[in-house]
């Protein structure tokens, strides 16, 4: 080697570390390379210095990007970076692919593992993945890591997403990058071949995919009840009786939309699993998938759940503010005053007493227990969980959550139903309109938990089929693996 090559090798490696001259190199098969020193290159470079692989940063201007990068890490040319390290992560965007088109020999052979994602769908005619591969017609190319963050790099798995899905053709560049993933603490999960890389692209674009139907649902019962809540209160006011109560509007038909959306919603997140097990006590086995709209039901429970909650907690911060507002001020003062210069007494009702603690009591407990199944819903306790004490939590105490909250709202009604005043034009109140669904379900589960019932749920998911004895045996196969 001339002095001249040996000089350009020097101009064309730098070390982040002044030590690092002394520090023998790993192996080719525990160095990874990165090419992009962006966000999301330096976090994928110091998690991956984090799990023990050796980091070479491909860069255009290796001087100028060492003292941005890791410490420990390697910083060099686009050329000699491809050459140190068998798998290589692409951690640049679409529109600056054209520098490896010189580097076709370096990264013959290699695994190329393509992070970049677009700004939106259908953005280029084909996916990002599949034309690095046309660039690169030697290289392995492995679609992956594209749904991860820099910030969920950067604080591990425990607080992110732990799931990476990848593709590819080469079944051997995909278990490479397998491996790294799981090095790395992520659950990779493959995905098939090169051509589901649009797909894959897409997945960080959705917005909310798993929460569309319930906010939708939350929206359109929310706007029902207010307009039906509105004609009823505030326009029934002004028309029989010439009374302007509008400003009613903001508080008080607030407070009562917010808990009627709140117990139909929670009663939406567990009539699913009701008619799921009504549907397998009929069919007489469990080895048939459920309708397309009762598993996509299924699948956005949590999400009714937690917007069920939300409104919950819109309802007791409307609750608590009652006594500042305004109208209630006044209200209180006019009707202390009025009482005072009448001279009148009113006697201490122990029923009432009885009925309102009573009513406040189940509401409490039911909003307490609310807040558990929240909290209980979050990864990060999920992970802490055991199956069992899972469903306990969200089965048991959940139905539990919904019977509470049912009697707190039927003790909010207690006798008015039998008065006439309440019915106006002959429409019932809101309170009662939201009681029938969450009653139907705790109808339902009850009949679900007497005995002769259960004991056939449980040897149902337990595998067994009625009438398997009389059936063909290939015919008794599970249609669900």
Known sequence: MTGQERSEEKSECVSLSPMMEAVPAPPESERVCVFGTGDLGRSLGLRLLQAGYGVVFGSRRPHSRSSLLPHGAQVLGHAAAAQSAHLIFIAVQREHYDFLVPLAN???GKVLVDLSNNLRKNQYPEANAEYLQSLVPGAEVVK??????????????SDANRQVYICGESVEAKQAVIAVATKLGFSALDQGFLSVARELE?????????????????????????????????IYAYVTQGEDISFRIMVSLANQV??????IMLSLCYLPGVLASFLQLYRGTKYRRFPNWLDRWMLCRKQ?????????????????????RYSVMFWVTEHTVSVIRENRTTMFDTTTAWHDDSYLSLGILGFGLYVL????????????????EF??????????????CTAHTYLYGWNRFLSSSTYKWYTPPGYMLCLVLPSVVLLLKLLLITPCVDRTITRIRQGWERGADQRNPKDSQPLIP
């Open 373 to 388: 199944l929240g909290i209980t819903s979050l990864p990060s306790v999920i992970n802490a969980l055991s199956w069992r």
């Open 304 to 324: 009714l759940g937690l917007l069920s909650l939300g409104f919950a907690f819109l309802h007791v911060l409307y609750t608590l503010i009652i006594p500042i």
């Open 258 to 263: 917010c808990p009627i959306v709140s117990l």
């Open 202 to 234: 897409d997945f960080p674009l959705q917005l909310f995919p798993q929460w569309r139907l319930p906010l939708r649902i939350s929206i359109g019962l929310s706007a029902a009840f207010f307009f039906y809540l509105l004609i009823r209160y505030v």
């Open 391 to 404: 469903s306990f939590v969200q089965s048991k105490l959940g139905h539990l959550t919904l019977l509470l």
């Open 144 to 157: 992956g890591f594209n749904t991860l963050s820099a910030w969920s790099l950067q604080n591990g798995p």
């Open 106 to 108: 370096q990264l013959k």
